[in-house]
Nanobody
Framework: QVQLVESGGGLVQAGGSLRLSCTAS????????MGWFRQAPGKEREFVAA????????YYRDSVKGRFTISRDNAKNMVYLQMNSLKPEDTAVYYC?????????????????WGQGTQVTVSS
């Protein structure tokens, strides 16, 4: 049974930083692309960032490019999202997700397994 557990969320002032972590179990981690999505109150869940199986390829939504960095440690079955220069519009529940696909995808329907989410709140 695949389990993804996020941690690291919290309350931070605008301009601050947070590092989200996601621990994966029940899957062969190195075979999965990993992604971060977020959902703000009253809005649909949206793609934030993803990293391919080897970690060599990453991609981001435009609004977080240059501020967020996704990384992974295949030896520890973990994926991270370093978030710098946070803005109030980054406030959301952040979800970790896993995809067996090799092709690059930003679609949540291509991600097979999901964590429960961690709240990130950025105050102005």
């Amino acid at each position: 049974q695949v389990q993804l557990v996020e941690s690291g969320g919290g309350l931070v002032q605008a301009g601050g930083s947070l590092r989200l972590s996601c621990t994966a179990s029940g899957l062969t981690f190195r075979n999965y692309a990993m992604g971060w999505f977020r959902q703000a109150p009253g809005k649909e869940r949206e793609f934030v960032a993803a990293i391919k199986q080897s970690g060599a390829i990453t991609y981001y939504r435009d609004s977080v490019k240059g501020r967020f960095t996704i990384s992974r440690d295949n030896a520890k079955n973990m994926v991270y999202l370093q978030m710098n220069s946070l803005k109030p519009e980054d406030t959301a529940v952040y979800y970790c997700a896993a995809s067996i696909l090799v092709a690059t995808t930003r679609s949540e329907t291509d991600f097979d397994s999901w964590g429960q989410g961690t709240q990130v709140t950025v105050s102005s």
